[in-house]
Structure formats: structure tokens, C-alpha cells
């Protein structure tokens, strides 16, 4: 069984500090890693995706990977109230073309 | 219309009920999928189809029937349904075979009474 384990929170972070949201995966063979942020009501958007190894930064948003531990994170530096969502991680395994494994998602809180 | 659409936003049915769900993309992509979402549970994967052709049944029971008449439009078929088949159903597309996001209608709020 393919699992992809998030912490639910709620995470609670105060405006303009550094949200970090924490994400581990079961199959080792997974290749593609993604961040959709989804507001309360509303469908699941793309933040960003993932590859390789290391960091990847888009505007306020980082991703990073580490293979080897099975982890992926997303950083939100200078969180806004905008920010306040639920994240959810997901991967896609090897050698498949489409299947999505997501996480059950984490509760982010951004206080003004 | 742009993007991924659902019809309908909402529906509430009785078990004995049969209804359908449509979704249609816009975005020419090849891939289309049936996800479940319930409250405190990972998104589920229910179907996917490929080209119209049906490529993953995540062993979803049979009260749900998807159809893919085209690669445009997809439905899922409901009837006789449980309470606990209450959730958002989301619809979604992409590109099959590229590595790229997978683009989500607004869903659909499902409740069975």
C-alpha cells in the first residue's frame, strides 16, 4: 500500500513568518512530487511540483526534496491570511503515467 | 467556459435515486479522472480514463458507473447509493504519459440521505 503521510495540523503561523509543511512518502520508487493548495469549498490547485533533489523556489514558495529520506516540504515565507488553507501533497509512483497518491492534506492557519 | 467544469455544484439524493454527475474540460487534454474526497480522508482515486478508454477501477463498487464518451466529457452514473457515499466528487484532467499537474473542476457536493 503506496502512502503518503502529512501532519493534519491545524498549523497556526503568525502573518509574515515561515510556514514549513512536511510530507513523507512510502514508495521509494516515486519519481514526481506535487503541492496543491486547497481552500475551504474549493478544489485543489497546483502550487508547485518537484523532481530532484534540492530546493526549487517560485515567488514565495519553496519545495524541497530528499530522495534518500522519502520526505518533501513546502516552505511559505512571508505567509499572508491569504495563505490559510489546507496543502496537500501528493506523488506520482514509478513507472506510472497519471496515478496521483495524496496526502490527507495539512491545515494551514496564517493569524494577522 | 474555460478549465475543468462540474455539473451539477450540489445534489442531494435518496438511495433508491439514480442521478449523474458530468464533467467537461477545456484544456484539450487527453486524461480524465473521478476522485472522491471525504472529510478527514486522502483524496481517492476512482476511475481514470485515457483516449475515452477506461485505464484504472480503483475498485470502486458498481453503484457507480462511469461513462467517457469523448475526451472532453465524463460522467459517473450514481444509483442506489449509501449515506456514506456522501462526499465532494471532483472530476480532474491532464495530459496522459507528461509529467505535468493534473487540473480539477470545482467539484461536486454529493449528499445521500
Known amino acids: 500500500q503506496k502512502e503518503v503521510e502529512q501532519n493534519s495540523g491545524p498549523l497556526s503561523v503568525p502573518e509574515g513568518a515561515i510556514a514549513s509543511l512536511n510530507c513523507t512518502y512510502s514508495?521509494?520508487?516515486?519519481?514526481?512530487f506535487f503541492w496543491y493548495r486547497q481552500y475551504s469549498g474549493k478544489s485543489p490547485e497546483l502550487i508547485m511540483f518537484?523532481?530532484?533533489?534540492g530546493d526549487k523556489e517560485d515567488g514565495r514558495f519553496t519545495a524541497q526534496l530528499n530522495k534518500a529520506s522519502q520526505y518533501v516540504s513546502l516552505l511559505i515565507r512571508d505567509s499572508q491570511p491569504s495563505d490559510s488553507a489546507t496543502y496537500l501533497c501528493?506523488?506520482?509512483?514509478?513507472?506510472?503515467?497519471?496515478?496521483?497518491?495524496f496526502g490527507k492534506g495539512t491545515l494551514l492557519t496564517v493569524n494577522p | 467556459e474555460t478549465g475543468v467544469t462540474q455539473t451539477p455544484r450540489h445534489l442531494v439524493m435518496g438511495m433508491t435515486n439514480k442521478k449523474s454527475l458530468k464533467c467537461e474540460q477545456h484544456?484539450?487534454?487527453?486524461?480524465m479522472y473521478w476522485y472522491k474526497q471525504s472529510a478527514k480522508k486522502p483524496l481517492e482515486l476512482m476511475f481514470v480514463?485515457?483516449?475515452?478508454?477506461?485505464?484504472e477501477n480503483n475498485s470502486v463498487p458498481s453503484r457507480f458507473s462511469p461513462e467517457c464518451p469523448n475526451s472532453s466529457h465524463l460522467f459517473l452514473h450514481l444509483h442506489t447509493l449509501q449515506p456514506e457515499d456522501s462526499a465532494l466528487y471532483l472530476c480532474?484532467?491532464?495530459?496522459?504519459?507528461?509529467?505535468?499537474?493534473?487540473?480539477f473542476g470545482p467539484g461536486t457536493r454529493l449528499t445521500v440521505l
Open positions: 514508495d521509494r520508487g516515486s519519481q514526481s
Open positions: 484544456l484539450g487534454h487527453n486524461a
Open positions: 518537484i523532481y530532484s533533489n
Open positions: 501528493a506523488v506520482k509512483g514509478g513507472g506510472s503515467n497519471y496515478k496521483l497518491t
Open positions: 480514463y485515457n483516449f475515452k478508454e477506461q485505464t
Open positions: 480532474a484532467s491532464s495530459q496522459f504519459q507528461q509529467d505535468l499537474e493534473q487540473f
